[in-house]
């Protein structure tokens, strides 16, 4: 049985708190949030104990959940490690890479596990096609919000192009050999709305846009590989897959020859599926991966160097940013 707690019970946190109750051998000891007001509506609204300090709540636990605000990530994860406590980190991993890569030595040389929350790894629309994605050459993904006061302690390119970075990071082993970006702030001092071109050493490409100043909520990803085009949109939870047709091969001499008689039916097979996300519960699906990291001793679905390498990228490209709005 793994004891665990949650540290932040804020807007994510108390639904961490609600996951690890249901969640098969985990036992949810109890939370902490420095707003101790809100860590007693938590408390009682749960039927969760609430811790009075922090360091009394690492005592009593084998792995921590840290859902607080990104900048206080490092701070809350550096005590928890040398306490000897696995860590689940909402992402990013921390606000700088210096600190993550702390972490990362702390956990190492301690045998630790790291999970970040990079949740759309357990999205249903992802988990559909996963296994088809071989090979992308050319990716593009959209990540549009309304804005919302939540986040904006940070640039968006760590709120929200993250996850779209940690995705396509996922899918394109190949090391990325250039950035280039654009973005400015529009009703906070941060960057709100972001664009960058990932280039990577096997000639794959990544165009990346995300806001939060839109005025709907966009979500969507496309993969292109060398015999298939996958779209994905995860505010309708839809998946269009579209292949070339097996019988391309035999039209090819009369395509070749400029015939207009073939039509493009024939060329292609197209398939239009919905994603039921009833049965998968992606934040449930990602703690109970944590817990099962700890419980079986095996490597987290999203580890503290993934997160680490997400976190490298989105830095880079915040910090091209900045240096063209200086100009």
Known sequence: MVKVGVVGVGHLGQHHVRKFQSIPGCELIGIYDKNEARAKEISEKLGVKSFADYDTLLDAIDA????????????????????????????????????????????????????????????????????????????????????????????????????????????????????????????????????????????????????????????????????????????AKQVSVVRKSPDILKLLPQIMMGSTEIKAEQLVDMKLHDVSVTAKDALQMELESFIDSIANNKKPVVDGEAGTRALKIALEIISIINRQLKK
């Open 64 to 235: 921590i959940d840290i859902a607080a605000t990104t900048t206080y990530h490092y701070e809350l994860a550096k005590p928890a490690l040398l306490k000897g406590k696995h860590i689940f980190l909402e992402k990013p991993i921390t606000s700088e890479l210096e600190q993550a890569e702390e972490l990362l030595e702390l956990a190492k040389r301690q045998n630790l596990k790291i999970q970040v929350g990079h949740i759309e790894r357990f999205n249903p629309v992802i988990l559909e096609v996963e296994q088809e994605i071989k090979d992308p050459m050319f990716i593009e993904s959209h990540r549009l919000s309304t804005f919302h006061h939540r986040g904006t302690d940070v640039p968006v390119v760590l709120d929200l192009m993250i996850h779209d970075i940690d995705l396509i990071l996922d899918f394109i082993k190949a090391p990325v050999s250039d950035i280039r970006a654009s973005g400015i702030g529009i009703l906070t001092p941060n960057i709100d709305i972001a664009n960058a071109r990932l280039e990577f050493a096997n000639g794959a490409i990544a165009n990346v846009t995300s806001s939060r100043v839109s005025l709907k909520q966009e979500r969507k990803l496309r993969f292109f590989q060398r015999d298939a085009y996958f779209s994905m949109d995860f505010v």
